[in-house]
């Protein structure tokens, strides 16, 4: 029987929190509450079975459109998350996990940045698997960000314009040094990137699902993988 792969990098795109909340009567505050919980056990689950880079879209740079209740809510959620991050720092250190946020750093309040530096600098030694939480995070806006640090590199004399490279590109995105994401997982219902990853996700495969987010489970993940596990990659190749 032919081993079962499991995808390097996962990307995920945490979808349907709000309708989840509607179903139920229930706040969308609440619907964010129950898709952090699942956030938490996704992420340990796949430390456990060897996903080596697992990437959670969390907040996008066109969330800020949201209600403003909401968007606050939000933040307080991550404040939350951080301060439980920091009370199982050791239990997260001895699974090896290694924390990244990524995203646009404006607008995101101070305190916050400050939680988001700590983890990452706490956690900077762990090897077993990365952790990668986009934040204030466009797909189109990490490309605009990448072309103004080799377009510093062209000022400065450093880079000839003709001498860029896709991988000079991808040196300079927020997921520098990581592979780029095999499977990219949407719940929801829903069927678009969403501004997720645009670079890196050129040659992944793509997973959607009706489930909710805050419904979805370390099954669904299987169930996700196993399904990675019966295409045919060819990279453009035949």
Not at 12 to 31: F, H, P, T, V
Not at 34 to 46: L, P, R, T
Not at 70 to 88: G, I, K, P, Q, W
Not at 97 to 108: V, Y
Request: hydrophobic residues 35%; charged residues 30%.
């Amino acid at each position: 029987m032919e081993e079962r792969r499991v995808p390097a990098h996962i990307g995920i795109i945490m979808d349907g929190n709000g309708r989840w909340a509607k179903q139920r009567g229930l706040s969308r505050s609440e619907g964010h509450k129950a898709g952090a919980k699942v956030f938490k056990q996704i992420c340990d689950y796949a430390g456990e079975i060897g996903i080596k880079v697992i990437t959670f879209y969390a907040f996008s740079t066109e969330n800020w459109k949201r209600p403003p209740e909401e968007v606050s809510s939000l933040m307080d959620l991550f404040r939350e998350y951080m301060h439980e991050a920091e009370d199982r720092k050791a239990e997260n250190l001895q699974k090896g996990m290694r924390m990244h946020f990524i995203g646009h750093r404006e607008g995101i309040p101070e305190d916050l940045l400050n939680l988001f530096d700590t983890s990452e600098e706490e956690s900077k030694d762990a090897d077993k698997y990365d952790v990668n939480i986009a934040i204030n995070y466009g797909g189109r806006l990490e490309i605009v960000d990448a072309v103004k640090q080799l377009g510093e590199k062209i000022k400065s004399g450093e880079l000839d314009p003709a001498d860029i490279t896709e991988s000079d590109i991808s040196a300079h995105l927020y997921t520098a040094g990581q592979s780029d994401p095999d499977l990219i997982i949407r719940p929801s219902g829903e069927y678009r990137l969403s501004n997720f990853l645009t670079w890196q996700s050129a040659y992944s495969e793509l997973w959607f699902s009706d489930i909710l987010w805050p419904d979805f489970t370390p099954a669904d993940l299987d169930k996700a993988i196993d399904d990675y596990n019966k295409r045919n990659r060819r990279f453009g190749g035949v």
